[in-house]
């Protein structure tokens, strides 16, 4: 049955540990969200004092959850660990949000159909994400909620997998939109243009949601018979 792993315990099982895992996956969430909290606030070149608050907030996070997990895993710290994760867990919940995989398709699923629809859905490749978003939503309701067949985890996961490659793909053509933007430079053309970061949202829900998912398995379905 799946388990955290715990400080006393030797390194050979870091497969298994999903809150390991998900702590790492935690902290490369921080590094990469301050380049998007930069991008977005400069659009309007930080006109309010606050908006630098979560600017310098996801880089210290970040650094500090690092340090955390290095002592945790290295010295086997898990006390400094816990109380490192514990307050940036409560920081972060009052500078922003937090939500899981299926919670995060569907949010993803609104934004790009709002985002894509203000300028009419002009290229027909601006339904991808919408549809993807969809069939993710879709798939992860009914394999949490009804428990459907084991071989069913498969479609799921080449769900995740499709949401790499749309978000990779959606990166590529918000970065070209960019370049051959109406403004002579590119930063300017970044900040007004198609949010560079956007489609990525894509790729890091999937991270989320495998992990999920292969947690969710090996916990919750360890006496089903093979067939």
């Known amino acids: 049955m799946a388990r955290a792993l ?13 809150d390991l895992w998900l702590e790492v996956f935690v902290v490369f969430n921080f590094f990469c969200l301050t380049g998007d909290i930069l991008l977005a606030h400069a659009s309007n070149s930080f006109r309010n004092r606050w908006e630098y608050l979560p600017a310098w907030f996801s880089p210290a996070a970040a650094a500090l959850l690092a340090l ?20 940036v867990a409560w920081s972060a919940i009052a500078v922003g949000a937090a939500f899981f995989a299926t919670g995060g398709f569907a949010g993803n699923f609104l934004l790009s159909l709002t985002d894509h629809a203000t300028n009419g859905f002009f290229r027909w490749s601006e339904w991808i994400p919408v549809i993807s978003s969809a069939l993710a939503v879709g798939f992860f309701l009914i394999y949490f909620l009804h428990e459907p067949p084991r071989s069913y985890a498969k479609w799921c996961l080449a769900i995740l997998v499709l949401q790499v490659i749309v978000g990779g793909a959606g990166f590529i053509l918000h970065a070209l939109a960019d370049w051959h933007g109406p403004s002579h430079r ?3 053309n970044i900040i007004s243009g198609a949010p560079l970061f956007a489609p990525l949202l894509l790729p890091n829900l999937a991270i989320l949601g495998f992990l999920g998912l292969v947690a969710y398995e090996e916990s919750n379905r360890p006496t089903e018979s093979a067939t």
């Open 68 to 87: 955390g997990l290095v002592a945790r895993v290295a010295a086997s710290r898990a006390t400094l660990w816990s109380r490192l994760g514990t307050g």
């Open 6 to 18: 715990t400080a006393s315990e030797p390194r050979a099982n870091w497969k298994n540990a999903h």
């Open 186 to 188: 590119l930063f300017s």
